[in-house]
């Protein structure tokens, strides 16, 4: 399977790029009708949902929940701020913090719907259902929602962004991720 236009949003971009999804048919055809120098990459799970959760959209949503209560612009660098686990006080803190976990978010979105990636039960992610697709593209625009109110660097502005992404959270959570019987039944 090829999904086009994915490369541009990872910097990939050109004519002819394509992304070959691992174990697909494209992945173990020879480069035939490729022209030289045309990128291929091939996407791959790494982690399960829970770790993608964890790594990435958790990290980033807390961000966005501090800067309703935390100006981001009052908030001291860390003495060291290359080596800061906190986003807000590291080299990029402060609004583009912000910024950037409003983007994580958005381009995270892109990872819940790739092909072969497994729950933490190891149940497949449910990306061929229409409501996970409709979710996913309410975690995207929530995701935009944020880096457009962290642009403008109104506290008020995230007060509303963070309620969209509260609302695509909870929609998902509330079907795959708060169920009766825990872990062993998300997903299904």
């Known amino acids: 399977m090829?999904?086009?236009?994915?490369l541009c949003a990872v910097g990939i971009c050109g004519a002819g790029a394509t992304l070959v999804?691992?174990?697909?048919a494209a992945a173990q055809a020879p480069a035939a009708g490729r022209g030289a120098g045309t990128p291929t990459q091939t996407a791959r799970v790494h982690g399960d949902l829970a770790q993608l959760m964890r790594g990435?959209?958790?990290p980033a949503s807390?961000?966005?929940f501090a800067s309703q209560s935390t100006d981001p612009a009052t908030v001291k660098q860390a003495?060291?701020?290359s080596s800061s686990s906190d986003p807000l006080t590291s080299t990029y803190g402060g609004w583009q913090a912000v910024e950037n976990a409003g983007l994580a978010l958005a381009e995270a979105a892109n990872l819940l719907v790739?092909?072969?990636?497994l729950c933490q039960n190891g149940a497949p992610v449910p990306i061929q259902n229409a409501d996970w697709q409709l979710w996913v593209q309410g975690l995207r625009d929530a995701?935009?929602?944020a880096y457009t109110a962290a642009q403008s660097k109104s506290?008020?502005?995230m007060l509303d962004a963070s309620d969209v992404m509260s609302t695509a959270c909870a929609n998902c959570h509330d079907k795959y991720r708060e169920v009766p019987g825990g872990v062993p039944s998300r997903c299904r």
Request: aromatic fraction near 4%.
């Open 143 to 145: 995701g935009m929602a």
């Open 155 to 157: 506290q008020d502005a």
């Open 21 to 24: 999804l691992a174990g697909s």
């Open 2 to 6: 090829r999904v086009r236009n994915l």
């Open 62 to 64: 807390n961000v966005i």
């Open 56 to 58: 990435i959209l958790f």
């Open 79 to 81: 003495d060291d701020p």
């Open 114 to 117: 790739v092909p072969g990636r």
